[in-house]
């Protein structure tokens, strides 16, 4: 039922016209935000689990029901529904570019229309956070970065599917308990400023926590004034290291935080602690945390919320999902300003650029990107491990040409280039429109 | 297990050090991002909600037990814990502005900790798009406009309580299916571009659809020339006239929306259908319906969806959670940057101003926005029907000042008073720091 009801009652007149024939479509993004000089396909596997599970519950069935729009036989048809179709798809981690199909149904008509909003709205929210977080990876450098996303999401489900997708695009760990209970990724955190305004003072607040949590200690120094936290720092870590607990880091949230962590830095080694790492936080996200490293910061990681799982610079991509094939016969939508690649598409991967072709078209040298990931309506696949698709990630965004890992753009795009079985067949079909 | 896990630390150590003394919290918004001059409330309900079903499940009781990080102890504390606390809240639809606070939790300090990510979750999300939506609805004036968002939504919970937010902020309908089951609110939708290229010709898409959904036909006539789709349409009209079914309307969503209206309008009127409506979508916001009808655009009726589902130019709203009272104890914090109001609060609308108090202080004459939504962990009133929110928020901006009922800011802002009894707690609280 996440679906919009124009995919019901499109289904609905197939049904009713006998239209059940094998349909394709390509979900694809049109064009790059303008701040985007590559995509990251995250998402992927849990689209093909969500197509693995479709059905329409009997409420669902009750309330389309009373809408008095449609007709018995159609009822029925939802009622058995489940998706028989085949699915081809890029890995979870590969780097995408527009017009590039990330993923391809192939079901009878009616069956393929009304998944269109499902698909759509799972690739595009996750695509758009790998995005993100791949660029703030490069910011980074060698140093990593935490996904702090979660209370600013755009609602629950956004929180737990953007710490997969920042962790797919180079997140090292989230702060969401629940991702990492359901995904496995690590999680991490350790106070607020209410936590250090609770207690008498500072240094009260930093040794109830250090000792509680003894393994992995970072202390918050900017409640009140962030020097004075951090030599509060330095003396809980000289009083607490005589009972063994060592203090890992201290966090940096608000203010000028290359300023703070230049004192906070010299605070921390005169003090004779050295050891200790400075984390920063706070409105950040790939263009700060360059500003920040460019002016040699002394920041050994950074928290990223709010910026990276909204995606605030581009908080939406263009995906679309279009017929390609019906039947058979390779289709295109006609008008101008909204044009389609017709017919079944495999996209090949060369050194520095691209070749999207149809499926059926011999290509030397190239490496294919759409894999076979259902048939039948059954994953041919187990959907591989999100430390694969993040390592893979990693591997594609080094192979970029130089001039696309960097984060405004205005260089020249990577190049994608059109088969010409594909430019056959725009000829011959805009000739038959 | 929505929480970040410092939220789950912090509560552990206040568990461990015994202090589980009544803690206040106040949710509210930082600052308007520059494009807004007034939120309008919403998720309260549902953050209400998901405070009287919250658990810890023994799945995550096992993976938090799995980290090696919390004792039995508090794995206990979790295993039995529900919220027993009180909620003061404003009611879903109300008007707020920034420092006001939206709802306010008090509990024992560890439940109100751990509640943090969720609350901020579920109303920075809602408020952000009913907010969003309100200024849609400035924009159409009398017009009505639908919420299209579901697929560019950020995953399928953005999707639906998008839709529920959008509804309260002004949208007539959605488009997504399980927004009307779950919420009853109306749903609405036609044919995509993929239905009409896959009957032989556009004249047969519009036959079959309108034969089939005759109690609301709305064709989508911009798939290859929207002319000459407004042509086909004025034919189908008067095919189908003799067989008792009426064309309600055409959609146009792309191209040039304003010209493309105009010329349809024409060829509707010339044709003897000026009963027919347009409505148009596409990469529609308040900024581009304003234009539209500022040149006098055509159109009946607007479908908005990416832009108002994601908030496009204000992706996040700063949603806060900070302590404010502590044991009977005003709390602030005190970094200047980041500094809160302190004390359990009342906020008092005036005509055309607020006055935020202390919840003890006296005012008359004012209307107050916070009112008892929960005590001793249960709700204490029903949940609203989302109308009647829909219609507080249509009455509150009718009494908005007329110079922020506008799209563009950089007007005075509206006037939010601070009382006698908070100064003097600021100046009291600030010595005592």
Request: net charge negative; glycine share 8%.
């Amino acid at each position: 039922m996440v679906t919009d009801l124009y995919e019901l009652t499109m289904a609905a007149s197939y049904i009713q016209a006998g239209m059940e024939q094998t349909a394709t479509f390509d979900l694809f993004v049109r064009d790059l935000p303008t701040q985007r000089s590559f995509l990251v396909a995250a998402g992927v596997d849990d689209a093909v689990d969500a197509l693995g599970s479709l059905q329409v519950t009997q409420p669902s069935l009750d309330y389309l029901a009373g809408l008095e729009v449609f007709n018995a036989r159609f009822l029925e048809y939802l009622a058995d529904l489940s998706f028989t179709g085949q699915v081809r798809a890029v890995r979870e981690g590969e780097i995408v570019f527009p017009n590039e199909p990330i993923l391809e149904v192939t079901a009878p008509l009616p069956e393929a229309q009304l998944v269109e909003t499902l698909l759509i709205n799972i690739v595009q929210h996750q695509t758009m956070v790998a995005s993100k977080a791949a660029r703030v990876a490069i910011a980074c450098r060698d140093r990593e970065f935490v996904d702090f996303a979660a209370r600013r999401a755009h609602g629950v489900d956004a929180a737990l599917k953007g710490a997969r997708a920042a962790y797919v695009g180079g997140a090292v760990a989230t702060s969401l308990t629940l991702a990492g209970q359901l995904y496995g990724i690590p999680v991490t955190g350790t106070m607020a400023h209410s936590y250090v305004t609770t207690f008498e003072s500072e240094r009260e607040a930093f040794r109830a926590f250090a000792r509680r949590f003894p393994a992995n200690v970072v202390l918050l120094i900017d409640t009140y004034d962030t020097d004075r936290g951090a030599r509060v720092a330095v003396q809980v870590a000289d009083e607490l290291a005589v009972e063994g607990i060592a203090i890992r880091g201290v966090r940096i949230d608000s203010g000028d935080l290359e300023r703070l962590a230049q004192s906070v830095r010299s605070i921390l080694d005169t003090g004779g602690h050295p050891e200790i790492e400075i984390f920063a936080s706070g409105d950040l996200d790939e263009y700060r945390i360059a500003e920040m490293l460019a002016n040699d910061a002394p920041v050994n990681a950074f928290g990223v919320g709010t910026r990276l799982g909204t995606s605030a610079d581009a908080p939406y991509l263009g995906v679309v999902y279009k017929l390609v094939e019906e039947g058979g016969v390779p289709k295109m939508k006609h008008s101008a300003a909204k044009a389609n690649l017709p017919g079944r598409k495999q996209v090949h991967r060369f050194d520095e650029q691209d070749l999207i072709a149809l499926v059926d078209e011999e290509v030397p040298g190239g490496r294919p990107l759409l894999e076979l990931a259902m048939e039948n309506g059954r994953r041919v696949r187990a959907a591989e491990s999100l430390s694969a698709a993040q390592e893979r990630r990693r591997q594609a965004v080094e192979r970029l040409p130089p001039r696309l890992r960097v984060l405004r753009g205005g260089e020249a795009p990577y190049q994608v280039n059109i088969s010409d079985g594909i430019r056959a067949l725009i000829d011959q079909l805009t000739d038959a429109g």
